[in-house]
């Protein structure tokens, strides 16, 4: 009976080995492939900060006008991005707050709020450069008296896709800089140039 149930073990035995041996080589397998999944993304991110085709006019009867903004993207990561949807949005932000968040607080992208009805640009390939030319932004002043002051703030975004359909987005907040150095300007209907600043206020990845 001993005899039979060490010969009977022996044999499962060396049919397990093998058995271990695929499962370890299948697992690795597995393990390698989803490595090479998550590795594989692309990053569509803000080569430069944006430009502006004109300078602005902020009055408080007429309204802010701006030209055409010119964004500029950089794809950093290693699969090329499709369906690159660009953003633009301009905030007119008071010196003295006026009790109303969407106006006192500082803008910031939402990576998660994917837009609608927006044309997508071209692919942008790994390593590759794109941009967009943004008509004026609509804009929305916040309830300034004569003579105060305001400052001017801009949210880039990038909201794309690999090519296994996963969505992923990029913003980055810029604080615009009037010629003379200054970032506070008043509504009074003069035109204003300058350039937003190199390096965003804030930022969002998804």
Avoid: W
Avoid at 30 to 44: D, F, G, N, Q, T
Avoid at 112 to 130: K, L, M, N, V, W
Avoid at 135 to 162: F, I, K, M, N, R
């Amino acid at each position: 009976m001993d005899k039979r149930f060490r010969l009977i073990s022996i044999v499962l035995a060396v049919l397990a080995v093998p058995m271990i041996v695929a499962l370890v080589f299948l697992l690795r397998h597995i393990s390698a492939e989803h490595a090479r999944v998550v590795e594989l993304h692309p990053a569509v991110v803000n080569d430069r900060a944006p430009e502006m085709s004109q300078p602005f006019v902020c009055n408080l009867n007429s309204g802010f006008h701006s030209g055409e903004i010119r964004t500029y993207l950089r794809n950093a990561g290693n699969e090329r991005a499709i369906g690159v949807v660009p953003t633009f949005l301009l905030r007119v932000v008071p010196q003295r707050r006026v009790g109303i968040p969407v106006f006192d607080e500082i803008p910031a992208g939402d990576c998660r709020d994917r837009p609608f009805g927006i044309p997508a640009i071209a692919p942008i390939e790994t390593g590759q450069r794109g941009g967009a030319h943004i008509p004026s932004p609509s804009v929305t002043l916040p309830p300034l008296l004569h003579g105060e002051g305001a400052q001017l703030y801009g949210v880039s975004c990038a909201y794309y896709t690999d090519d296994a359909a996963g969505e992923h987005a990029s913003c980055d907040t810029y604080h615009f800089k009037l010629a003379d150095g200054s970032s506070v300007f008043m509504c009074d209907g003069m035109p204003k140039s300058g350039q937003f600043e190199s390096s965003p206020t804030s930022n969002c990845g998804l």
